[in-house]
């Protein structure tokens, strides 16, 4: 973890704690639903040298497939609020000895970003979607043109009710917010990104893909390697 202090910033302690519980056996958890992080990092569609932001990057599943996706010459920074999740995220960094991957143990909303993203990935990162400032302040970090990729729990048809006993168990166990659960991603398309959504599991489950398309105010269209700092 670096370029953020090792305290995380203050809020989000219902969050933390949440996660506080799940940490250890959170993989576990998610192991039978690997096939949606591989499909939806797919929907990225990385190149080599890219630089992508894995926001809410838990315990850094997904920094495998988009560290090889970015190849040596790219970057992937992970950010996320829970220290117990961040800090398997770490170990897996160190093991594997990667480089470029870096991780910050920060909201979203404060974390410091690269200048100029190509790609931002939202994966079962509900509370993430539905805070303006946090997706202000990830859009103000992609170039034009970017790719966003945001996936996670939904609402069903209300004819489906008992599968919405299930996913509402679901989300107990991992959601802070429960507001804009219809369609989550909604708040990506009404800050300018195109997105298109295909749904699993009944209804469920949502795959949203895009690409950001609006220029943040009085900034170029080029990816820039530099950081800038956190407000
Ligand atoms: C369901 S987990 C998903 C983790 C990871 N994306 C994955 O696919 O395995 C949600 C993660 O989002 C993090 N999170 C929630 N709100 C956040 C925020 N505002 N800023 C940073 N991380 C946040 C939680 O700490 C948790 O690790």
């Known amino acids: 973890m670096d370029k953020e202090p090792a305290r995380p910033a203050p809020g989000h302690e219902a969050t933390r704690t949440l996660y506080g519980w799940r940490a250890t056996s959170y993989e576990l958890q998610l192991a039978p639903y690997e096939f949606i992080r591989r499909m939806a990092v797919g929907q990225l569609k990385l190149r080599s040298g890219d630089c992508v932001l894995d926001l809410g990057c838990g315990t850094g599943m997904s920094l495998p497939l988009l560290r090889e996706a970015v190849g040596s010459a790219g970057r992937v920074v992970g950010v996320d609020v829970s220290a117990d999740m961040l800090v398997l995220a770490l170990s897996r960094v160190q093991r594997e000895g990667w480089t470029n991957v870096e991780l910050r143990c920060a909201a979203v909303e404060d974390a410091a970003l690269p200048q100029r993203a190509d790609a931002a990935f939202f994966h079962f990162t509900h509370d993430v979607l539905q805070s303006p400032s ?41 959601l802070t917010r429960y507001e804009g659960l219809a369609a989550p991603w909604q708040p990506l398309q009404e800050r300018g990104v195109q997105m298109e959504v295909d749904t699993l599991m009944m209804g469920t489950i949502f795959v949203a893909r895009g690409t950001y398309m609006r220029a943040p105010v009085g900034q170029g269209s080029r990816t820039r390697r530099g950081d800038s700092p956190a407000p």
């Open 134 to 174: 946090a997706l202000d302040r990830v859009l103000a970090h992609l170039r034009p043109g970017a790719r966003v990729v945001a996936t996670g729990l939904k609402w069903t048809a209300p004819g489906l009710a008992p599968m919405n006993l299930l996913v509402g168990m679901h989300m107990a166990q991992s």
